[in-house]
């Protein structure tokens, strides 16, 4: 009897520690599981503001400002995020999802002609215009980035100029804003662009311009008799980006070098080095070859094989 009484007991006690033992790990992991689920989900959904919001069937698009002065542009699908881009620092975004933004294609927009939906996010800098990124994505085949853009001035514009319902960029070209001299007058020549294979080359045809004549030419060299050297370059610059770049030399060379100009290209710090007509002209050329579309500019004035006399 007593024998049976200690096995009972025994029994008893081992039943009790099994059935004890598995619950004490379960506690502790859940213990360990929970706070962690609480700050995930604290800092995904508190800091952020939503700022823009557009819905579209099962899409949702959204701008949010973080709090610690970040961006995020977020497009969801029956609520689960499927395409996300961050920025921070002195950058911000822009997506034109109410279609009031005159500068870029409405939010799902074609924009190369595939038929299928895409869209420009501009990454505002706050720097200046010519840092801001713009960057196309198709919203099919999985947010396959198209193109980017760099080096633009402010005010570009999509628009469909030759009729072929896909819409060429227009733009102007950041590359001599802020060349050595600017006296407060900036120029930046209005590009029109086209994707082609992933990038926006210069269109040809719709940037040539016929060719003025020597009247026009001597006329702007008369009337800008007493003006600052920007004209010059300005000048020059609009010859260039409309196909007419040989007339663009013969003009400078009519151009009668004023001493005045040396004087005021000297003040400058960047322009030390160019002190004369020549000199002026070699630093121009040389600047010019630094634009992104200096291959295409290469080809609308026909200098492919002059590059050594360049
Ligand atoms: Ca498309
Ligand atoms: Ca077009």
């Not at 060429?168 to 900036?186: H, V, Y």
């Not at 630093?283 to 634009?291: I, N, V």
Request: some cysteine; charged content about 30%; hydrophobic content about 40%.
């Amino acid at each position: 009897m007593k024998n049976k009484i200690i096995a009972i007991s025994i029994a008893i006690l081992l039943l009790l520690l099994i059935l004890l033992i598995p619950k004490k790990k379960i506690k502790k992991e859940s213990i360990i599981i929970e706070p962690t689920q609480i700050i995930t989900e604290t800092i995904s959904v508190t800091p952020t503001i939503i700022e823009t919001i557009k819905k579209t069937g099962k899409y949702e698009s959204k701008i949010l400002k973080t709090q610690d002065g970040g961006m995020v542009f977020q497009i969801l699908k029956e609520g689960k995020e499927i395409f996300k881009k961050e920025v921070k620092d002195k950058f911000s975004f822009i997506a034109n999802l109410d279609g009031k933004n005159k500068n870029l294609p409405e939010f799902g927009q074609d924009i190369n002609g595939d038929g299928k939906k895409d869209f420009v996010l501009q990454l505002k800098s706050e720097k200046n215009s010519c840092s801001n990124i713009f960057a196309i994505y198709s919203m099919e085949d999985n947010f396959k980035q198209l193109a980017e853009l760099k080096g633009l001035a402010d005010d570009i514009k999509f628009q469909d100029l030759d009729g072929d319902s896909i819409p060429e960029l227009i733009a102007n070209d950041c590359t001599f804003l802020n060349w050595w001299g600017s006296f407060g007058e900036n120029f930046a020549p209005q590009v029109i662009l086209k994707l082609k294979y992933g990038e926006y080359k210069l269109a040809e045809n719709l940037m040539r311009k016929s060719p003025p004549s020597d009247n026009e030419i001597n006329k702007i060299i008369k009337d800008n008799k007493n003006s600052f050297i920007t004209y010059i370059w300005k000048y020059m610059l609009d010859l260039i980006y409309t196909g007419n770049g040989e007339l663009a030399w013969s003009f400078y060379e009519r151009v009668e070098w004023n001493s005045e100009w040396e004087e005021g290209i000297l003040e400058n710090k960047e322009g030390k080095k160019i002190s004369d007509k020549y000199e002026f002209l070699e630093a121009f050329k040389e600047h010019l070859t630094t634009s992104p579309y200096w291959e295409d500019l290469k080809k609308l004035n026909g200098w492919e094989m002059l590059e050594i006399e360049m």
